[in-house]
């Protein structure tokens, strides 16, 4: 079992700055694929970003790709996502993700096994 909990998040202005973190704990998570994934008002859950817990390879969708930054912790147990100009189409909830991936897709919310409870962030223009 994995246990995923995500702080930072609110109200941020376009332009500014922006850093969610997920805290994760569990037996063997590190054996995991850590991911970001967003949902805005309507519209399906989307991969924003992910990350190797061994061996740190990341992966980023098309529009963040440049400005969204994942990293981690491994002393803490913690994996990042940052901006430091957001937009206001990044308004959406955040959601952290594990995944023991395999041969599934680091892309695709179905192959993530374990999920955060979800932190608002809302860009304003």
């Known amino acids: 079992q994995v246990q995923l909990v995500e702080n930072g998040g609110g109200l941020v202005q376009a332009g500014g700055s922006l850093r969610l973190s997920c805290a994760a704990s569990?037996?063997?998570?590190?054996?995991?694929?850590m991911g970001w994934f967003r949902q805005a008002p309507g519209q399906e859950r989307e991969f924003v970003a992910a990350?190797?817990?061994?061996?740190?390879?990341?992966y980023y969708a098309d529009s963040v790709k440049g400005r969204f930054t994942i990293f981690k912790d491994n002393v803490q147990n913690t994996v990042y996502l940052e901006s430091d100009n957001v937009k206001p189409e990044d308004t959406a909830v955040y959601y952290c993700?594990?995944?023991?991936?395999?041969?599934?897709?680091?892309?695709?919310?179905?192959?993530?096994?374990?999920w955060g409870q979800g932190t608002q962030v809302t860009v304003s223009s």
């Open positions: 993700a594990a995944s023991n991936l395999g041969l599934r897709s680091v892309y695709v919310k179905g192959s993530y096994d374990y």
């Open positions: 990350i190797e817990w061994d061996g740190g390879s990341t």
């Open positions: 569990g037996r063997t998570f590190r054996r995991y694929v």
